[in-house]
């Protein structure tokens, strides 16, 4: 068995009382294709995923059959949208997800849609997107930009958890093929919105949304738009959590200036000044 080195390890680790390791993005991707092989021994051939070019609008990826948002306002086509989650075919076909819908609250007309991978423990059990360690810190980001939940939009591209064989409170991040079979669905919450800013969080995301490869500090310097949204990456509000570096602080800092700008939020010099370096 190709992975059995890789689990007699784990379980050295586990024995030694570890319960979390780090991977590189390059080993997670070899982790993903040893559980995709595991609970799909006779899997089918993925549809393609569309690629969004830099600094131009993205086509949506029509589903087969296609099912599209109905309704006139935002709330009606994010109820809409709720029920084609829940009857979703394709996604009901990969058998790599859990069956709890993690779904946004019905929104405002948000001008600011903040994007995750997919949901996490604390987000299925309160069934509501970026609650637990990483929605506090979340809640702490939208503070400082003088925002709260209720004037922005959070929600992830998946809609549920990512499964593991006797899964608890550990995550996975989603597969490519989980990806691709929402894709429609998360641009049809993006148009129905019609957000002014689109801001990802984390690799998962941006990678998603840019279709670029490579790792999130490289994402980020570029520009990109979505859908003929302007797009901006940035970390995962989890990342602050176990990384103190003043300068990462301040990159997402910078990024949430960068929408704040687009949308002609107004900014204090405080604001401005937040986790800057110190003049000598």
Known sequence: MIAQPLINYLKQLQAKGETHVSLEPQAREIMRE???????PHPTQAAPVPTTEKDSPSSPLTPTPARQVTGSSATEKLTSLRELWLQNPSLKALGTLRSKLVFPPTPQQSEIMFIGEAPSYHDERSGTPFVGPAGEKLDGILKAM???????????????????????TNNRSASTEELAAARHLIDQEILALKPKVIITLGEGAAQFFTSQQTDLDTIRTASY?????????????????HNQDTKDKRRLWEDMLKAMQLIGLPIDE??????APKKS
Do not use: E
Request: aromatic share 16%; charged share 15%.
């Open 270 to 275: 405080k604001q401005r000044g937040f986790f």
């Open 146 to 168: 003088k925002l709260n939940r209720s004037m922005v939009h959070v929600t992830c591209i998946l809609k549920f958890r990512p499964s593991l064989p006797n899964q608890t």
């Open 225 to 241: 738009t979505y859908l003929s949204t302007p797009l901006i990456t940035t970390y995962h509000p989890s990342f602050l959590l």
């Open 34 to 40: 040893f559980y995709l092989r595991a609970v799909q």
